[in-house]
């Protein structure tokens, strides 16, 4: 029960409080009668201002975040689930490492025995799938996706003498061939120092993205030596990048942010997330970018899950806080603030996100083309070592690109890798 | 307070009626005892941080068994061993560049400690801020060090490189390639211990007596004689020291091949400048796998120990004849 009027809940919390700290000093307990909620977070979720609204919606509880680095994030996550101790009572986990912690249910609380199962239509399929465990336990609710499109350099199109307007671009690329094909074109005539792609890698990962099978069947199989849809992107790529089309990047890393400053490249595969990055790694390039539909057409990187781990003392508490914030409205206002892009296909229809644009990139209406995107992608199926598999064939690639090995000694090297990987 | 001479009588120790013989118990239990409790913090730490580890990764490392899924696990005996040490390619990899590493980085390191420690010696203007100047490097963040060198040897726009082209002589990609990969980590590890060695040997150097310099003087030693015959020998204990400070650090290289791949654990497109303790990262932490993670750990503490034991049976035999 929650005391109602001022003067009680100030009460309340000093007797509670002076209790608190004569019984349970030492214990880590936050002292002010309050129930402490620990968050565990990488990077910047958008959720300062809901805290506080939520804080003062439940005046019983307190939440106190911490945020960390990506891999570290997951790492120590990992540690704390292993030895049955010091994980926050909620921990985002990220779509690359979803995969590998659903391997063991047991160290999450089943959200489908807290109601998920009835919340179940809320988010996008895929999105609820890929954080199911073997047995159908829900792991963790979905916050964002990152859907797909392709970011584009309207000035250095211009430049090759290529269309500039969105819907023509858009036009000119129903499919990832028809894109590299539109590469050769561009790259004919491009500037001096600049590219068609980043780098071999995002490109690879998204067509994988949109293959009704990536690297796992559902028994938990790798079929990457046979399933051709995997080699044909292969081929593609690679045959992009011998073709002097790749600027030989890899995503995340510092050279490719400076990428994006130095022209050195002339289309990105962009998630939604990945326009803050642009605005802020390169302020200087405002108006020049548009934003035209994926090829082959939907598309995902990137996006979170919120779990509780099994070993927290407040999990009651601690579902109705996720649950809370991986609601419609409170993606919405996330999605206002920050520009991450709801997992929650109700709000896809809102005006809010429909009339979304973003002037940096020439106002183009990203809010609708990041949710067609996500919304017309196929589930494809994570199994454990997806995340993995997909550094061995980054790497795999930047052997091609740094010419280290052809495209197929680099591909035969990554099937034994990749077999090496699951033993 | 115990104290050994009998009390003098006064008003304050007539007050103390305890038997001398319970006092003369006491005594001897603090006399027998107090000599453990005084070193024993030494030991409850170690136990607890360093022994108790050891021994628990000993018994991971004989189980298959997932970081994530602890429950799962299971006995396998000394599989992971031999997979480790005849099925996996990688690890004698990692293993090898561990050991090219090692000689690119502590060869270099210590000769130049040396020089720079002889230049120290000498008696220059403001000297206590070049002494204090060259440990700089060493007390600067491993990730701010290696980030900013990262960029030095940027493959497109890296300072290094600009450098290079100016002079014609092309552009290296520096991550890419074998060789230079290595060259580039061993330039990040020597800039920043050099300067801490340099400091170690200073002070050997300054502890050998004047008196032995100028008994060669009137012998007619020149400086480069009394350099190979009187310094490095009396600086033994100095250098076997620093060598071995540096092999355990090199077996320990994880940072600067994790960051300067942009924060991947393979160290490299094809694990060129993957080492030892980057794959036991990999293994362990990023795929999980942590029974064989901890078998690379415990083979890289045999290793560590082997080279350590080669280090003192080579550097034992400086010494003065």
Redesign the interface.
């Known amino acids: 029960m929650r005391p109602r009027g001022s003067a009680r809940r100030v009460a309340g919390a000093l007797s509670a409080g002076l209790l608190a700290t004569a019984l349970l000093a030492g214990c880590g307990g936050a002292g002010s009668g309050k129930t402490k909620l620990t968050i565990g977070l990488f990077g910047d979720f958008g959720y300062a201002d809901l805290f506080t609204e939520y804080e003062q919606s439940h005046p019983d509880i307190d939440i106190v975040d911490s945020v960390a680095k990506y891999d570290d994030h997951h790492t120590s996550l990992a540690t704390h689930l292993a030895t049955n101790s010091g994980a926050a009572d909620i921990e985002a986990v990220d779509t690359g490492y979803i995969a590998q912690f659903k391997q063991n249910p047991k160290a999450f609380v089943d959200l489908n025995t807290k109601g998920g199962a009835d919340l179940k239509n809320r988010w996008l399929s895929w999105k609820w799938e890929s954080s199911l465990g073997k047995g159908g336990e829900q792991i963790g609710y979905g916050t964002d996706v990152g859907g797909l499109a392709i970011c584009y350099r309207k000035d250095l199109f211009a430049e090759a003498g290529l269309p500039t307007e969105r819907d023509q671009v858009g036009a000119a690329w129903p499919t990832w061939q028809a894109f590299l094909d539109l590469g050769r074109q561009f790259q004919a005539r491009a500037p001096q120092g600049t590219k068609w792609f980043d780098g071999g890698p995002t490109l690879f990962n998204s067509i994988v993205g949109q293959a009704g099978v990536g690297y796992y069947d559902k028994s938990d199989q790798v079929v990457l030596k046979d399933n051709a849809e995997i080699k044909q992107a292969w081929d593609l790529v690679t045959g992009g990048v011998t073709a002097g089309l790749s600027a030989g990047l890899k995503y995340s890393t510092p050279e490719w942010n400076t990428g994006f400053k130095q022209n050195q490249f002339a289309t990105v595969a962009c998630p939604a997330w990945q326009m803050a990055k642009i605005q802020q790694q390169a302020p200087d390039t405002a108006g020049k970018w548009d934003v035209a539909p994926v090829p082959g057409g939907g598309g995902n990187w990137g996006g979170s899950y919120l779990t509780v781990p099994s070993q927290g003392d407040h999990i009651d508490q601690a579902v109705e806080l996720v649950t809370w914030l991986t609601a419609p409205e409170q993606q919405a206002k996330v999605f206002t603030k920050k520009g991450l892009l709801p997992s929650t296909p109700e709000l896809y229809d809102r005006p809010e996100i429909t009339s979304y644009t973003n002037p940096f990139f020439s106002d183009a209406p990203v809010g609708k083309l990041f949710t067609d995107a996500a919304r017309k992608l196929e589930p494809q199926y994570q199994g454990p070592q997806a995340g993995a598999i997909q550094e061995e064939m980054a790497n795999a690639m930047l052997r091609v690109e740094q010419g280290k090995q052809s495209p197929d000694e680099s591909w035969n090297q990554a099937v034994g890798d990749v077999q090496r990987l699951i033993k | 307070m115990t104290t050994t001479t009998p009390p003098r009588s006064g008003a304050a120790t007539s007050a103390d009626t305890s038997p001398p013989r319970r006092r003369d118990r006491w005594y001897r239990w603090d006399v027998r005892l107090s000599p453990y409790l005084y070193i024993a913090p030494y030991f409850v730490i170690f136990g607890v941080f360093g022994l108790y580890p050891l021994l628990y990764t000993a018994w991971v490392s004989l189980q298959e068994r997932?970081?994530?899924?602890?429950?799962?696990a299971h006995w396998v005996g000394l599989d992971n061993y031999t997979r480790l040490l005849f099925h996996d390619p990688?690890f004698w990899n990692a293993m090898g560049n561990t050991i090219s590493l090692w000689l690119l980085t502590t060869i270099p390191q210590i000769l130049l400690a040396l020089w720079i420690a002889q230049l120290l010696n000498r008696r220059l203007r403001s000297r206590t801020l070049f002494r204090m100047g060259v440990l700089l490097p060493n007390v600067t963040s491993v990730a701010a060090v290696t980030?900013i060198f990262?960029?030095l040897f940027?493959?497109?726009?890296g300072l290094i490189n600009l450098a290079l082209d100016a002079f014609g002589l092309g552009k290296i990609?520096w991550v890419?390639g074998t060789a230079s990969s290595q060259v580039a980590l061993a330039v990040m590890v020597v800039w920043r211990w050099t300067g801490y060695h340099a400091l170690v040997f200073l002070a050997a150097m300054q502890a050998i007596p004047g008196s032995v310099y100028e008994a060669a003087t009137i012998d007619g030693a020149s400086a480069r004689q009394q350099f190979w015959h009187i310094t490095i020998p009396m600086m033994r204990s100095a250098i076997v020291f620093a060598t071995i400070i540096s092999t355990t650090g090199n077996m320990r290289l994880l940072a600067e091949p994790l960051l300067f791949a942009?924060?991947?654990a393979?160290g490299?497109?094809?694990r060129q400048f993957q080492t030892g303790a980057l794959y036991l990262y990999e293994t362990a932490?990023?795929?999980?796998d942590?029974g064989y993670g901890s078998a690379i750990a415990m083979l890289l503490l045999i290793a560590i120990l082997l080279v350590t034991g080669v280090n003192y049976l080579v550097t034992r035999r400086i010494r003065t004849d």
């Open positions: 997932a970081l994530n899924d602890p429950e799962g990688y980030l990262a960029q940027g493959r497109d726009f990609d890419a942009g924060g991947v393979s490299g497109s094809d932490f990023r795929q999980f942590f």
